[in-house]
C-alpha cells in the first residue's frame, strides 16, 4: 500500500477535518488511509492543532474514550472579527442603500460567499461549545448565513416557512406579533422537520425589535424543543425594549443620519 509523507499527511488530515467541523473521527480513520501508526498520525496532529491555533483558523479538541477521536471547530482572531464589522459598517453606509421605509438593502451582502461565510464563522463562535440539534432560521434572505453556520456547526438547518407548503406534508402553525409593525404574522414548519425534544439556535439576518425571534421560540416549544442562542448579523437599536433576551450580533443599526446614511457600529460582543 502507498505510504505518505508527512507533509502529504498534514494537508490530507487538515482538509478532512476543516470539511466535517464539529465531527469526531476516530484516528483509525486516518491510520487506514494513510497507512500509518496510530502514533505517527498523533504527531502529525499535534503539528496541525499547533498551526491552527496560533493563526487563530480553528481548534482540534481530543475526545476520549472507545468512541472517541477528535474533532475541528472554527476560530476566528478578535482582529479579524474587527475588521468583518467594520467592512460590514463601511459597506451598508453607502447612502443608495436606503431604500424607502428607511430599510436597509442588504440582499448583495446576505447572497456574497466569501461575506457570508466570515460572518458565519464568527456568529458561530459563541455557540460552539452548546451542544445543539439544529440551526433554525425563517426563509428567504437568513437562510445563506443560517446555512452556513449549521455547516461549521456540523449540525442540520431548519428553515421556517411564512406560509405553509403541500410539499411540506403536515405542519405546525402559529400566529405571532412583530415587534416593530405590531402586525399580526404567520410561520409554519414541517411535523417533520425536527426531532421531539431538540435544542436549537436561531440565526437571522436581521432583528428589529425581536418579534420574529420570539415567535421562533413560541414554535418550537409546540415540538417540546428550545432556543439556546440567538445571533444575527444586524442588531436594529433604535427598538430599545427587545422582546428576547441574550442575542449576539455583529453590527449595530441606530437610524439614518441627516446626510442619510445609515448609522452603524460594530457590536461589543
Do not use: W
Amino acid at each position: 500500500m502507498e505510504k505518505f509523507s508527512r507533509n502529504q499527511r498534514i494537508a490530507a488530515i487538515t482538509k478532512i477535518l476543516v470539511e466535517s467541523p464539529n465531527k469526531i473521527i476516530n484516528l483509525n480513520n486516518f491510520t487506514e488511509i494513510f497507512n500509518a501508526a496510530k502514533s505517527t498520525i498523533s504527531e502529525d496532529i499535534v503539528i496541525i492543532r499547533d498551526i491552527l491555533n496560533k493563526l487563530k483558523l480553528g481548534n482540534i479538541e481530543t475526545i476520549s474514550g472507545a468512541s472517541g477521536g477528535i474533532k475541528y471547530a472554527c476560530d476566528v482572531s478578535e482582529d479579524d472579527k474587527n475588521k468583518l464589522a467594520r467592512e460590514l459598517c463601511f459597506i451598508l453606509k453607502e447612502k443608495d442603500r436606503i431604500i424607502p421605509g428607511n430599510f436597509i438593502y442588504m440582499t448583495d451582502i446576505m447572497y456574497n460567499p466569501v461575506m457570508v461565510h466570515k460572518a458565519a464563522a464568527v456568529l458561530s463562535l459563541s455557540f460552539n461549545k452548546l451542544s445543539i440539534d439544529y440551526v433554525v432560521t425563517v426563509e428567504t434572505k437568513g437562510i445563506p448565513l443560517a446555512y452556513e453556520v449549521a455547516k461549521m456547526l456540523g449540525v442540520q438547518l431548519i428553515i421556517v416557512r411564512r406560509d405553509s407548503r403541500v410539499t411540506e406534508g403536515p405542519t405546525v402553525s402559529i400566529n405571532y406579533l412583530s415587534g416593530s409593525g405590531k402586525r399580526i404574522q404567520n410561520m409554519s414548519l414541517s411535523r417533520r422537520s425536527m426531532k421531539r425534544g431538540s435544542k436549537c439556535i436561531f440565526i437571522d439576518d436581521f432583528m428589529k425589535a425581536g418579534g420574529t425571534a420570539l415567535g421562533i421560540i413560541d414554535l418550537l416549544k409546540e415540538f417540546d424543543s428550545e432556543v439556546l442562542g440567538i445571533g444575527v448579523l444586524v442588531d436594529n437599536v433604535e427598538n430599545k425594549r427587545k422582546l428576547v433576551n441574550n442575542y449576539i450580533s455583529i453590527i449595530k443599526f441606530n437610524g439614518i443620519s441627516d446626510d442619510g446614511s445609515a448609522i452603524l457600529i460594530p457590536s461589543e460582543n
